[in-house]
């Protein structure tokens, strides 16, 4: 391998050198081997096609590069971002959204068993803010926050449910906000949330 710069590397990628882009896809593919090892999902059929996504993904942002590291450990971020990107699909997409609106209440934090006054108020709060989002949040307004909640990736919610990311953003923000109107009604504000779960 050539020992390249920075602006070596940009400038021989920008100009699409053959040479460059192979010795870009050896470095992606090793740092990817060694990020991924150990994760069952990350076969070689899997490194190899998150390495052409690297590549594609490196090669349209080079003008994202600011120059605070080696481009080649950038490159292999990048590419191991998208790596991690594909593993959170591929976990989520036999999940049905329906099946998790039915299977919540949403993660609940685990409490120390001694704790039992917190415990149970965070217990009430959970039951209260399950019955918020049963009666005043919309059908879809529920599944958005609640797959959210279980930690399933926006982009997948918004593919799932037929929205832009913004169109997305803006139902888990009135969801949210219904959430908030709700909680108050029943006499609990921000801080009691924030003191439940220590936050």
């Given at each position: 391998m050539t020992a390249r710069t920075n602006e070596d590397w940009l400038r021989l990628l920008g100009e699409a050198e053959e040479a460059a882009v192979a010795e870009l896809r050896e470095v992606l593919h090793r740092g990817l081997r060694r990020a991924l090892a150990g994760r069952?999902?990350?076969d070689d059929?899997?490194?190899e096609d998150v390495t052409q996504d690297g590549v594609l993904k490196v090669l349209g942002g080079l003008t994202t590069f600011r120059g605070d590291s080696r481009f080649t450990t950038w490159a292999v971020t990048v590419a191991v971002r998208v790596a991690f990107t594909e593993l959170r699909r591929a976990r989520w997409k036999d999940v049905s959204l329906d099946r998790l609106v039915e299977d919540a209440p949403a993660r609940q934090p685990a409490a120390p068993?001694?704790?039992?006054p917190s415990r149970d108020a965070r217990q009430a709060l959970l039951a209260e803010m399950r019955r918020v989002i049963d009666a005043d949040l919309t059908d879809r307004q529920r599944q958005a926050l609640v797959a959210e909640f279980k930690g399933m990736p926006q982009a997948e919610i918004a593919t799932r449910m037929g929205l832009t990311r913004n169109a997305l953003y803006k139902l888990t923000h009135d969801a949210r906000q219904s959430l908030k109107r709700g909680l108050e009604a029943a006499g609990i504000d921000g801080d009691e949330v924030r003191a439940a779960f220590d936050m």
């Open positions: 069952a999902a990350a059929g899997f490194i068993p001694t704790d039992t």
